[in-house]
Nanobody, 114 residues
Framework: VQLQASGGGLVQAGGSLRLSCAAS????????VGWYRQAPGKQRELVAT???????TYADSVKSRFTISRDNAKYAVYLQMRMLKPEDTAVYYC?????????WGQGTQVTVSS
């Protein structure tokens, strides 16, 4: 299983970014997918998930600003981030899996300047 995340970068506060994560080697449509992030000195935290049935969940800190989506035909999951804040600065990791089976991507850096 391989996950390749992309789309990170440097953006000013209030700006937008779209993260993408492409998966291979897995029955993508059968699993939940999502994004976590880890800021320097902090624990990895959940950002957003979308189940294999399309049910989405979001961290309170990103609700109404971030939108997660998946494209099973492309084996991809996306995170549209709007109204970015400096506190959104972190390495963002995509994952695929459910229950005790989880695989992680390599992470993509998002830096939001004030």
């Amino acid at each position: 299983v391989q996950l390749q995340a992309s789309g990170g970068g440097l953006v000013q506060a209030g700006g937008s970014l779209r993260l993408s994560c492409a998966a291979s080697g897995i029955t993508f449509s059968a699993y939940g997918v999502g994004w976590y992030r880890q800021a320097p000195g902090k624990q990895r935290e959940l950002v957003a998930t979308v189940s294999n049935r399309g049910v989405t969940t979001y961290a309170d800190s990103v609700k109404s600003r971030f939108t997660i989506s998946r494209d099973n035909a492309k084996y991809a999951v996306y995170l549209q981030m709007r109204m970015l804040k400096p506190e959104d600065t972190a390495v963002y990791y995509c994952y695929v899996g459910s229950g005790g089976y989880v695989r992680w991507g390599q992470g993509t850096q998002v830096t939001v300047s004030s």
